[in-house]
């Protein structure tokens, strides 16, 4: 057992004896004197500007929808004749100018035979008109 106990304690004194041979060793090291760090030049990239317009240019594509939109109704019957600028949508048209011409002929024909239809029913009620009704007619 006494071999045992001279191991333990061996064992023990070269652990104490390596942890103050190591703090040794490290006290004799001096420290580094720390060097403040050398200031940092700043730079910045400039551009002298002249003030002025400047048009962008922007690629758009998509549809196109009119900011003064107006929709016109036809208030008569008729056949659309030719002009010199086809009336589509997109189309531009002066102040002033003729947007569309409607032949209205079948209209006024129409009407016509209207005006007369009434004469001719008209000339036939007159007689019965006459008797019932003498200062009406």
Do not use: C, H, W
Request: aromatic residues 6%; proline residues 6%; positive net charge.
């Amino acid at each position: 057992m006494k071999a045992r106990q001279l191991i333990i304690i061996g064992a023990i004194v070269l652990l104490v004896g390596g942890v103050l041979t190591m703090n040794f060793i490290a006290s004799m090291k001096k420290s580094p004197e720390r060097k403040a760090p050398p200031p940092a030049i700043r730079s910045a990239e400039y551009v002298l500007v002249k003030n002025g317009t400047i048009r962008a240019k922007i690629p758009v594509t998509g549809k196109l929808d009119a900011k003064d939109k107006i929709e016109i109704y036809a208030e008569v019957t008729g056949n659309l004749l030719p002009s010199s600028t086809r009336f589509k949508a997109g189309n531009e048209f002066a102040q002033g100018a003729t947007l569309i011409s409607i032949d209205d002929s079948e209209l006024r024909l129409s009407l016509q035979s209207a005006k007369s239809n009434f004469l001719s029913v008209l000339t036939r009620i007159l007689p019965d008109l006459k008797l019932d009704y003498p200062e009406a007619y």
